[in-house]
T-cell receptor, first 112, second 115 residues
Framework: GENVEQHPSTLSVQEGDSAVIKCTYSDSASNYFPWYKQELGKRPQLIIDIRSNVGEKKDQRIAVTLNKTAKHFSLHITETQPEDSAVYFCAAMMNRDDKIIFGKGTRLHILP | EPEVTQTPSHQVTQMGQEVILRCVPISNHLYFYWYRQILGQKVEFLVSFYNNEISEKSEIFDDQFSVERPDGSNFTLKIRSTKLEDSAMYFC?????????????FGEGSRLTVL
């Protein structure tokens, strides 16, 4: 089955700097890659997603890139703000499957 | 905005007891899921449900677990005989369709504590 690896597990950046979180997936049949943000004690919420027919997608300060050949995808957050502090999970899904598999999460700390 | 709702928000039970966690998915969604998150760890897939039957399940979802959609709105997860290691946050989620994409909407979670 699909396996998603995510790193780093913890990331601290100065407010205003950029943060990058990287993930790799194992099954080349995966074709949908969402990113979820989970604030402390709350539910995961989708922040951006990308399909395998697209190499990059951007939404304001958040962007995701996908390299299908290398089977890795990354989340980029620019001009980080205190409210970006949270745990971020990458995930992958295959069209033929009916489940989304999550990475282990990255705890992002934005330092004042 | 429609939401996935879950009850109870927190349940404490004794080891060996049966627990039922309840979920009301978003009304026009067709795919339903249960995920588990042990404190500080990743969100783990348990089971997916479509067209009134299980479509996928993980190794975690053994014979102690079952799911049911008893009526048109509720989606339940039953743990027959709880173990200490079942202590976790259980998230219900739903999706409108399964065209290879489609946002997964999570409920607020049910925290299960097994003593």
């Amino acid at each position: 089955g699909e396996n998603v690896e995510q790193h780093p597990s913890t990331l601290s950046v100065q407010e205003g700097d950029s943060a990058v979180i990287k993930c790799t997936y194992s099954d080349s049949a995966s074709n949908y890659f969402p990113w979820y943000k989970q604030e402390l004690g709350k539910r995961p919420q989708l922040i951006i997603d990308i399909r395998s027919n697209v190499g990059e997608k951007k939404d304001q300060r958040i962007a995701v890139t996908l390299n299908k050949t290398a089977k890795h995808f990354s989340l980029h957050i620019t001009e980080t703000q205190p409210e970006d502090s949270a745990v971020y999970f990458c995930a992958a899904m295959m069209n033929r499957d009916d489940k989304i598999i999550f990475g282990k999460g990255t705890r992002l700390h934005i330092l004042p | 905005e429609p939401e996935v709702t879950q009850t109870p928000s927190h349940q404490v039970t004794q080891m060996g007891q049966e627990v039922i966690l309840r979920c009301v998915p978003i009304s026009n969604h067709l795919y339903f899921y249960w995920y588990r998150q042990i404190l500080g760890q990743k969100v783990e897939f348990l089971v997916s449900f479509y067209n009134n039957e299980i479509s996928e399940k993980s190794e975690i979802f053994d014979d102690q677990f079952s799911v049911e959609r008893p009526d048109g709105s509720n989606f339940t997860l039953k743990i027959r005989s709880t173990k200490l290691e079942d202590s976790a946050m259980y998230f219900c989620a739903s999706r409108r369709d399964n065209r290879g994409t489609g946002e997964l909407f999570f409920g607020e979670g049910s925290r299960l504590t097994v003593l």
